[in-house]
């Protein structure tokens, strides 16, 4: 068991890990390779996993190796923060963003939220990683996210001290290749019924809701293609493989971005989108302005 970190061997390995090979990090750090594979070594017999895997002639991170390395990233960018502070360069706001992202998130609602983060006054480095509300909510739970973005907001009795944050919501439209939607027959939604429709994931929460309107007006689609992800499923839609439903708020992006036409919309269906953060008053500068823009802008009345 590793009793105590070398932070020079972690050092070592992060400057490889970052220039791609041992000896550009040698370079970089004005040592010889032979150190640098010495030392590498120690850390992994050290740690008791493999940092790298040999794939060919190139060394490639294994999974633990990943994992070091998103910790070394953050405690080297945090030492030279550290030292342009002690050299009395003031910094302004925070420099990272880390943002959990629920994969049943649209991705153009995921921008649409994010984006001002990108564009305040202060500089940020938005990192976003993509996983389950389960896996994202471990991750927030040992401060290794700041936010997670959510169309669920948080179930009850996990014992998780976190908060909720509504952002808004949004009525679904229904979208079509521009010439497929001028052969359909019949007005909206009757026009469905019969009709290729791609679909979420059975799993997802707004597939229960677009079957439970199916049902209410008897409508019996044919299901052409079922998707985990949002944007794969508007990539085949706009392919021409079937009709698919996406949030209204974001339905002038979906018909540039995929060149589709909207067939029809429905506020029956309704997705809601949430914030989930360890605070429940939000400080952090970069999540304040993207939840404040979020409401006012892109979920507004």
Known sequence: MMRHLNYSHLQYFWA???EGSIAKASKSLHITPQTISGQLK???ESIGHPLFNRVGRRRVLSDTGRLVFEYADEIF???AELASVLQGR?????TTLSVGIVSSMPKLIVERIIAPALMGEAPVRVRCHEASLEQLLSELAVHRLDIVLSDQAMPDGLGLKAYNHRLGESGMSFFAQKSKARRLCGGFPQCLD?????LPSQSSVLRRRLDDWFERHQLYPRIAGEF?????LKAFGEAGAGIFAGPSAIEG???RMYRMAVIGQTTDITERYYAISPERRLTHPSIVLIT???RADLFAA
Do not use: F, K, W, Y
Request: proline residues 7%.
């Open 292 to 294: 404040d823009t979020a």
């Open 42 to 44: 120690l850390l992994e």
């Open 253 to 255: 992006e979906i018909c």
């Open 228 to 232: 985990d992800d949002s944007a794969l």
């Open 90 to 94: 003031q910094l302004i706001g925070p």
């Open 16 to 18: 490889v890990a970052r």
């Open 194 to 198: 019969g009709a290729p429709m791609l």
């Open 77 to 79: 960018s945090a030492g």
